[in-house]
């Protein structure tokens, strides 16, 4: 209990030092929204089709952008000492990290739900949508804490780790193309990814019961499943870089 | 004394050692700090004293050996042991993008001071180290001086029994490390432990019961500093000043004199008997038709036991052999 309260008290330090950090801003925000939009322009799609490819995307990317700057920021300024001093274990830490990125994907994910609305989107399932939305934001928050147990003090290095990953599951994961679409290559391709799930869950929640190509309890169980392995991942790719950092 | 076991000792590491690849960096150094101590520890650049107070506060893991702090196995209990110490690094290393307030208030939540304490005991360190008129300011507008003072400031928020600084005053102005030299002895008086990592010989001096050197990665000496001064023989110095410049190899052949060294109008005479030397220093100008302007006898400094120690990057045989039995303290 003691150490949940801790993780807390390094949440809120992150959510105010690095909510409106220039690297958060562009590549969780700005970057995603430019992409959707090159996709979007001077296509005729269903509105409810592009809410739900923008609100997994939206997830994915705003909670996997706070993890990777807070690791080599905290290297680079030596905050990393202090925690590392501090009676907190490695999972704690990396526990506040995740919790300040999960608010943040949360809160950024209400902007397409509200635009959708604003069209005229109906929310079919608001509650399994909501689930879904807290259950990948923790999941791409431990797949950006994965990113950060990069041993450098370089943001730029680790944004650019996480980039080169982030995109081409963006486009193998139903966001832009439905997966009912997809070649059995690319399907197969699409069930590696996290992302798949969510925009699967989106679509099923927005577009309709006819819209989803999995089953709900398994873009759920997926997302869970993904969540553990990501966690656990990043904990001992932390334990071995830790040392390296400080 | 609040969440320790009874112990004597509040610091205590058994051949602790770290390895860096094929670098020995830390090489078996054993240390015991008793409760209400002040512990200096000193080395050259590299010789490993970083690298042993990282151990000893739990950053980073020895590849042997074991640390004890106040009772608690640092392996085995890491969290009990932390909670028990404040650790200000070599860097100040406040959060820039909080106030200072913020910065106190994240110590107390992750030292887990309740809410109430923590405001409390934050306005009284803000008030003691001079920063409560910034407090609500935003560390990086600080000076360094400041950020120190914050950070000391943010190691006591727990109120802990151990202290750990390593280089504390490096590079501040004259009043911030006078104010913090003085909080350490009004810390220590309340109590405290105190492991202090300084450059400054005056300072392990002037505020350590004990100090150990470190070189190599090895400790080299481990006693109070004026047992160190005194186990040092050959190190007394009679400091002379001439009307007219002398020739240095007449001092040389002095009773009792080891060197001579010239220091601006100043000459430096070593050696083992001081009251024979000055004697023979009297009669020599006298018959010289010199006339000596000053005349001082100067006992060795804990700089020149450092010196002697690490100068030459090596611990001589006669060295070790003067100072034995310290390390084994």
């Given at each position: 209990?003691?150490?949940?309260?801790?993780?807390?008290a390094?949440?809120?330090?992150?959510?105010?030092?690095?909510?409106?950090n220039g690297?958060?801003?562009?590549?969780?925000?700005?970057?995603?929204?430019?992409?959707?939009?090159?996709?979007?322009?001077?296509?005729?799609?269903?509105?409810?089709?592009?809410?739900a490819?923008?609100?997994?995307?939206?997830?994915?990317?705003?909670?996997t952008?706070?993890?990777?700057?807070?690791?080599?920021?905290?290297?680079?300024?030596?905050?990393?000492?202090?925690?590392?001093?501090?009676?907190?274990?490695?999972?704690?830490?990396?526990?506040?990290?995740?919790?300040?990125?999960?608010?943040?994907?949360?809160?950024?994910?209400?902007?397409?739900?509200?635009?959708?609305?604003?069209?005229?989107?109906?929310?079919?399932?608001?509650?399994?949508?909501?689930?879904?939305?807290?259950?990948?934001?923790?999941?791409?928050?431990?797949l950006?804490?994965?990113?950060?147990?990069?041993?450098?003090?370089?943001?730029?290095?680790?944004?650019?780790?996480?980039?080169?990953?982030?995109?081409?599951?963006?486009?193998?994961?139903?966001?832009?193309?439905?997966?009912?679409?997809?070649?059995?290559w690319?399907?197969?391709?699409?069930?590696?990814?996290?992302?798949?799930?969510?925009?699967?869950?989106?679509?099923?929640?927005?577009?309709?019961?006819?819209?989803?190509?999995?089953?709900?309890?398994?873009?759920?169980?997926a997302?869970?499943?993904?969540?553990?392995?990501?966690?656990?991942?990043?904990?001992?790719?932390?334990?071995?870089?830790?040392?390296?950092?400080? | 004394?609040?969440?320790?076991?009874?112990?004597?000792?509040?610091?205590?590491?058994?051949?602790?050692?770290?390895n860096?690849?094929?670098?020995?960096?830390?090489?078996?150094?054993?240390?015991?700090?008793?409760?209400?101590?002040?512990?200096?520890?000193?080395?050259?650049?590299?010789?490993?004293?970083?690298?042993?107070?990282?151990?000893?506060?739990?950053?980073?893991?020895?590849?042997?050996?074991?640390?004890?702090?106040?009772?608690?196995?640092?392996?085995?209990?890491?969290?009990?042991?932390?909670?028990?110490?404040?650790?200000?690094?070599?860097?100040?290393?406040?959060?820039?993008?909080?106030s200072?307030?913020?910065?106190?208030q994240?110590?107390?939540?992750?030292?887990?001071?309740?809410?109430?304490?923590?405001?409390?005991?934050?306005?009284?360190?803000?008030?003691?180290?001079?920063?409560?008129?910034?407090?609500?300011?935003?560390?990086?507008?600080?000076?360094?001086?400041?950020?120190?003072?914050?950070?000391?400031?943010?190691?006591?928020?727990?109120?802990?029994?151990?202290?750990?600084?390593?280089?504390?005053?490096?590079g501040?102005?004259?009043?911030?490390?006078?104010?913090?030299?003085?909080?350490?002895?009004?810390?220590?008086?309340?109590?405290?432990?105190?492991?202090?990592?300084?450059?400054?010989?005056?300072?392990?001096?002037?505020?350590?019961?004990?100090?150990?050197?470190?070189?190599?990665?090895?400790?080299?000496?481990?006693?109070s500093p004026?047992k160190?001064?005194?186990?040092?023989?050959?190190?007394?110095?009679?400091?002379?000043?001439?009307d007219?410049?002398?020739?240095?190899?007449?001092?040389?052949?002095?009773?009792?004199?080891?060197?001579?060294?010239?220091?601006?109008?100043?000459?430096?005479?070593?050696?083992?008997e001081?009251g024979?030397?000055?004697?023979?220093?009297?009669?020599?100008?006298?018959?010289?038709?010199?006339?000596?302007?000053?005349?001082?006898?100067?006992?060795?400094?804990?700089?020149?036991?450092?010196?002697?120690?690490?100068?030459?990057?090596?611990?001589s045989?006669?060295?070790?052999?003067?100072?034995?039995?310290?390390?084994?303290?």
């Amino acid at each position: 209990m003691d150490q949940m309260r801790r993780a807390f008290a390094i949440a809120k330090k992150d959510v105010r030092i690095y909510y409106l950090n220039g690297p958060v801003v562009i590549f969780g925000i700005l970057a995603p929204a430019f992409l959707f939009l090159a996709f979007m322009i001077g296509r005729d799609l269903p509105v409810d089709f592009l809410i739900a490819g923008l609100l997994g995307m939206t997830v994915f990317f705003t909670s996997t952008s706070i993890t990777p700057v807070i690791a080599p920021t905290e290297t680079q300024t030596r905050n990393l000492e202090r925690l590392a001093a501090a009676p907190v274990s490695i999972t704690t830490i990396l526990f506040g990290d995740m919790i300040a990125s999960v608010f943040f994907g949360i809160a950024i994910s209400l902007v397409p739900i509200f635009l959708g609305v604003a069209f005229g989107v109906a929310i079919a399932h608001p509650l399994i949508l909501a689930v879904g939305i807290v259950l990948a934001a923790f999941c791409f928050s431990a797949l950006g804490l994965v990113f950060s147990s990069t041993p450098t003090s370089m943001t730029s290095t680790v944004m650019m780790i996480s980039m080169l990953t982030k995109f081409p599951l963006v486009f193998v994961s139903g966001v832009f193309i439905p997966i009912q679409e997809m070649p059995s290559w690319g399907r197969a391709l699409a069930s590696l990814s996290p992302l798949t799930y969510i925009t699967d869950l989106c679509r099923y929640c927005i577009e309709g019961t006819c819209a989803n190509y999995y089953p709900v309890p398994l873009d759920i169980c997926a997302l869970a499943v993904f969540l553990v392995i990501f966690m656990v991942t990043a904990v001992k790719l932390h334990e071995r870089s830790l040392p390296m950092r400080l | 004394m609040k969440n320790t076991k009874n112990t004597k000792n509040m610091i205590e590491a058994e051949g602790l050692t770290k390895n860096y690849g094929e670098v020995v960096a830390v090489d078996h150094i054993d240390i015991e700090v008793a409760s209400g101590e002040i512990f200096g520890f000193l080395g050259p650049n590299g010789a490993g004293k970083t690298t042993t107070v990282r151990m000893l506060t739990g950053i980073i893991r020895p590849t042997r050996g074991r640390v004890r702090i106040a009772g608690f196995d640092l392996r085995r209990d890491p969290i009990k042991a932390k909670e028990v110490m404040g650790v200000v690094p070599e860097l100040s290393n406040a959060y820039n993008g909080l106030s200072a307030w913020r910065n106190l208030q994240l110590m107390a939540e992750l030292y887990g001071v309740p809410a109430k304490d923590a405001k409390a005991r934050a306005e009284e360190l803000l008030v003691r180290f001079g920063l409560h008129d910034r407090k609500d300011h935003r560390t990086k507008t600080f000076s360094k001086g400041m950020k120190q003072r914050l950070v000391i400031a943010m190691s006591l928020m727990s109120d802990p029994e151990i202290l750990f600084l390593d280089e504390p005053t490096s590079g501040l102005d004259v009043l911030s490390a006078r104010m913090i030299k003085e909080v350490l002895r009004e810390l220590n008086n309340e109590g405290k432990t105190i492991f202090l990592t300084t450059h400054y010989m005056e300072e392990a001096n002037q505020l350590c019961n004990r100090v150990a050197i470190i070189n190599h990665g090895k400790i080299a000496a481990v006693d109070s500093p004026e047992k160190l001064k005194a186990r040092m023989g050959g190190l007394g110095r009679v400091e002379v000043s001439f009307d007219t410049p002398v020739d240095s190899s007449d001092l040389r052949r002095l009773s009792g004199v080891t060197d001579v060294r010239a220091s601006g109008d100043k000459t430096y005479l070593y050696t083992d008997e001081p009251g024979r030397t000055i004697q023979h220093l009297v009669d020599c100008c006298r018959s010289g038709g010199m006339e000596i302007v000053t005349l001082n006898t100067l006992t060795p400094t804990l700089e020149d036991v450092f010196i002697k120690l690490t100068g030459d990057g090596e611990v001589s045989v006669g060295d070790a052999n003067a100072l034995e039995g310290a390390a084994n303290k």
